[in-house]
């Protein structure tokens, strides 16, 4: 991976560029989530009354947003080979913000074509700076620094700051008060990053340039991958296959378990009836909240000298998913013990919070591992092969979500439980053979 060679300022211990990074992805996810939140909303609003929508049906509605959450995530595969090949991970990522403000303001204004053409842009902009944006923070740690994945963290919890705040404030200003300013300030929030971004560079000296720069990379640049870097990229694309499966899991948060949670699941808190929507918030918030102490109880683990690959706390990870679904099928049975015909609350409340137990062993992690991994002069277009997978993981969750619709809510959660339990085992009994292929690119050195 390539990694700066300047001596880097540090703030709480690590380089002060990953603060940069943590704020310009946070207002970019804070862009990004926003514009999410009201999407389905303005597309199936009425289109009359004081705030009009587009009039879609549901179902056209949530069709447009399964491509959306695909291709903007899929087009990370060319963000990543146009920063590889042609603009660095650095210039990628300012492109890219210029591409997602065009976008966001294209969709403040009321035509048809101007929507579709802000989405095109949103789809082409994200994909240029998520994965590389991603890579660089894995550019400020030399090889082997412990500190590596925990960094990772600190940049993960930025990401679901924005990602927790964003639905609050565009979901409330388009909802209630005109959709179009919802966007606007998804524009605006896209803007700040921009500006954290431009201020921020001399913190990203020598980080995310593009390898042509200098005579001794481009040499690297030319040479055919070496055979132990032909072994990594094979464990890299193994890992890949318990991605789509972990978002495949996860992603059934915003769909099937969001109508289970409003239709089967007894809500009232001390006479409170807990709103549907709240529980969308959920995973970020816990983000937020156990982010540091998982940072934390990993370092220490991996300090006290036990197995603390990257494979080893993703197959971890992907077994903790499994335990979640298992909560959520003791969910559907205590329905039948119910007066009601509900579930209680906790749960729910429980699964979520395994989730994000789960997702902190598996993406930042995931993250992580494709910066040591990754041969140089593929380092992009591997992080946006990973994003475009997380793309079909959330296709799959639509896929699965709509199956128990037929198959019933048991059946489903039990399947997601079993694919990930047989996954995460299976990775768990590879994690020797894997380390091997890695070559001692996961080794930390202290
Ligand atoms: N929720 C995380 C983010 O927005 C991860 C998304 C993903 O990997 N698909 O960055």
């Not at 700076?129 to 890579?135: E, F, G, V």
């Not at 971004?197 to 390898?211: A, C, I, N, P, S």
């Amino acid at each position: 991976m390539q990694s700066s060679t300047l001596p880097q300022k540090k703030l709480f211990g690590h380089p002060s560029g990953l603060f940069v990074l943590f704020f310009t992805e946070m207002w970019e996810r804070f862009s990004f989530y926003g514009m999410r939140a009201i999407l389905v909303l303005y597309l199936t609003a009425q289109s009359t009354g004081d705030n009009p929508g587009l009039a879609w049906t549901k179902k056209e509605a949530l069709a447009l947003y399964g491509w959306y959450g695909m291709f903007v995530y899929f087009m990370g595969i060319f963000g990543g080979y146009i920063a590889d090949k042609y603009l660095g991970q650095k210039k990628s990522v300012l492109v890219g913000g210029v591409f997602i403000i065009a976008g966001q303001f294209a969709l403040t204004i009321d035509n048809i074509s101007a929507f579709y053409s802000g989405l095109v842009l949103l789809v082409c902009g994200v994909g240029l700076l998520k994965p590389n944006i991603s890579t660089m923070v894995g550019g400020l740690y030399k090889k082997g620094d412990i500190k590596r994945d925990s960094g990772f963290i600190i940049f993960y919890i930025g990401i679901n700051i924005g990602a927790l705040l964003a639905p609050l404030l565009v979901g409330y200003i388009g909802e209630k008060i005109d959709w179009h300013l919802g966007f606007s300030l998804a524009g605006f929030g896209m803007i700040l990053g921009q500006i954290v971004y431009v201020f921020g560079r001399k913190h990203l000296r020598g980080v995310g340039e593009l390898l042509k720069n200098s005579a001794t990379e481009a040499h690297l640049a030319d040479k055919p991958l070496t055979k132990e870097e032909k072994d990594r990229v094979v464990v890299l694309l193994l890992s890949f296959l318990v991605v789509i499966v972990f978002w495949a899991a996860y992603e059934q948060a915003g769909g099937l378990m969001s109508l289970y949670t409003r239709d089967s699941v007894d809500r009232f808190v001390f006479g409170w009836e807990i709103p549907t929507t709240f529980f969308q918030s959920l995973h970020a918030l816990y983000v937020v909240l156990i982010g540091a102490p998982m940072a934390w109880l990993w370092m220490r683990w991996s300090k006290s000298g036990r197995e603390s690959s990257s494979i080893f706390k993703m197959a971890i990870g992907q077994i903790i998913m499994a335990i979640s679904f298992v909560a959520l099928m003791v969910s559907v049975y205590e329905i039948s013990l119910s007066a009601i015909g509900k579930s209680p609350v906790h749960w729910l409340l429980l699964s979520y919070f395994l989730h994000v137990v789960a997702e902190l062993s598996i993406s930042p992690v995931a993250l992580s591992f494709i910066t040591k991994l990754a041969p140089v002069k593929y380092a992009s277009l591997m992080m946006g092969a990973y994003f475009a997978i997380t793309g079909f993981g959330n296709k799959l969750a639509g896929i699965l979500g709509e199956a128990a619709q037929g198959a019933g809510e048991m059946t489903i959660f039990a399947l997601i439980a079993g694919m990930c339990l047989v996954t995460g085992l299976l990775l768990l009994t590879l994690v020797k053979k894997l380390k091997k292929l890695a070559h001692g690119a996961e080794d930390n050195i202290e």
